[in-house]
């Protein structure tokens, strides 16, 4: 059961994820590692949270209330976490600072975030527990505007924002150790994600969010400019595939990226949601207003994601297509109030 | 004399460098540093230098003596560099560590002084000398492995070691301030530079400064591997017109390779420097030997930059050619040969 590397040595346990498995996510307690915490837990996998919790970063222990799950809270590059991965079989790092405009407020905060702790977690992994498979979570971000649509991973990454930079870093220094020490380290470049478990309340964690609360609470959906930016958005269960699908024998050392082959714009998003909520007995409208002081400087504009490699590599694709996705979200929130009153 | 900007507003003062230019070098008593800030005194510059005297980071006050020049030792990440860069017409950002073997031993470390520190200086900038005219040192490690040759800018960037990550992270940092803020930054991507006033002494700081020392001291160069690595080898002067280049109303915002258009194998170089060294009355030789360690793993290969770009919108290349510099390179450390001892 032992995978074999590239150089022939053995890797990694790389049997497929279910009991006996120790899993480590981190950023466990936020939107994307909550969803894959739960369907971890449904394939019977021992999980262990690893979560700083930092305010506004989008965790929440109610995110996996409930589970049997072990939550540590503490920052990815404390020492105590050496303790939470020995004996892992596989990592999912998905901890860190989301908000492109906070990066540019705070610069270091950032790059702390995003760079700094990952670099001490990943001396942590090579010295408590290097046969672990990885798998970190990048960002379309990295590659600022597109020059070309859709965007593959030979696309240069020229960041437009700090949490750009900082992201690539920290996705750097993962290729970098899976390299120079064979470490077993595969990374998703994830598109907008959007579905259960997301802090709604936050005006900086992306577009989707504000979209979904402002649709529930029967209000108004207000787009930056036109409203005709393109964004192909993937459903965070297909996330939750695509990081189990990183997770096997295959894609050691290799970069994806993660998103839909369908793309929209902005004000088709915004009006797929306004029918949605009205249907549900709500009604809400779409507003076109100016950019906002500076945000335009770091919007990257249209933005549409090639995620052909991993589908060939891996045998990963998005399933769930916009309208389905954004009805299972609805559904979950309106069953789950307290997101949209959350702080 | 006040440059436009794109958007047609004045930009930054773009009067040659001459007598009332107020220039700021960080990292000025550094190899490159230090050569930039002899030439600005020659133009009648006033010169402030910024450099942290980090052991092993290659400054030493003595490359400057002699010279009238206000010098700031200060880490360029703290606040009272503001009171340095206060009024500076042009700001030569060559602070850094350049050692790819202690980036892997302490990548926390390079992280720091490579990526954040320029982060905090950036910010300064930004907030007490937005219009200044600024001009970055990045590196070809930015870049890792070449997958073509040679190398030009649209080249993929995956950097193999911690030290390419953070230059990396630096480089796009002082992209992101250009575009979001408006600021004047260019940033040079030097290959290897060779000329006086590099530390000698120390075998972390590249190929180059190694064989210099082993010749002059009639002692072996060694080679590791079969010495056919190519490398486009570039002397300090050329890199000292390259960054004053960079320094004027044009190429804002860009990043440009700064390398030579001749390269030449390592075992070609070190062959040139056997037969300097004879010449001077001294003999070398040169001899293979196996990789030590994990050094292979953040090996390069062979590398050879395209300098087409800044040829073109900067009117600089490269126009010593390897025997030239070399040799001058040899005739300054025989007058120096303090640089032979230091620690």
């Not at 497929?16 to 480590?24: D, K, L, R, S, Y």
């Not at 600022?144 to 690539?168: C, F, M, Q, S, T």
Request: some cysteine; charged content about 20%.
């Amino acid at each position: 059961m032992r995978a074999m590397s590239v150089a022939g040595e053995p890797r990694f346990d790389a049997r497929p994820i279910g009991p006996g498995t120790v899993c480590v996510v981190t950023g466990g307690l936020g939107f994307i590692g909550s969803n894959l915490t739960h369907r971890l837990v449904d394939l019977g996998a021992t999980v262990r949270i690893v979560d700083a919790l930092v305010p506004a970063h989008g965790g929440d222990a109610r995110n996996v209330a409930g589970l049997d799950v072990d939550v540590l809270v503490a920052d990815i590059g404390q020492a105590v976490v050496a303790d939470a991965v020995s004996g892992a079989h596989v990592v999912f790092n998905l901890a860190g600072q989301v908000s492109h405009t906070a990066s540019m407020i705070e610069p270091e905060r950032d790059l702390y975030w995003n760079a700094i702790t990952h670099g001490r977690f990943l001396e942590t992994l090579r010295l408590v527990q290097p046969d672990v498979r990885v798998v970190h979570a990048s960002t379309r971000q990295v590659y600022g505007r597109a020059i070309r649509l859709p965007v593959d991973e030979h696309h240069p990454a020229n960041p437009v924002d700090v949490n750009g930079v900082a992201k690539l870093a920290g996705e750097q220094l993962h290729m970098v150790y899976a390299r120079a020490y064979s470490m077993a380290i595969t990374s998703l470049r994830l598109t907008n994600v959007y579905g259960p478990r997301q802090r709604l309340t936050s005006d900086e964690l992306g577009f989707l969010p504000v979209f979904i609360r402002t649709a529930l609470e029967n209000g108004t959906i207000k787009l930056f400019g036109d409203g005709s930016q393109r964004r192909d958005c993937v459903y965070v269960d297909d996330v939750v595939d695509a990081l189990l699908a990183a997770a096997g024998e295959y894609g050691i050392g290799r970069v994806y990226n993660v998103g839909h082959a369908v793309d929209h714009s902005l004000a088709e998003i915004a009006s797929v949601l306004t029918r949605l909520a009205a249907a549900g007995g709500r009604a809400s409208e779409v507003v076109l207003s100016p950019w906002p002081g500076d945000h335009q400087r770091i919007d990257i504009g249209s933005f549409h994601t090639d995620s052909g490699l991993i589908a060939a590599e891996l045998g990963w694709k998005a399933t769930t297509d916009l309208a389905d996705g954004l009805r299972a979200a609805l559904a979950f929130y309106r069953e789950h109030p307290w997101y949209l009153s959350s702080t």
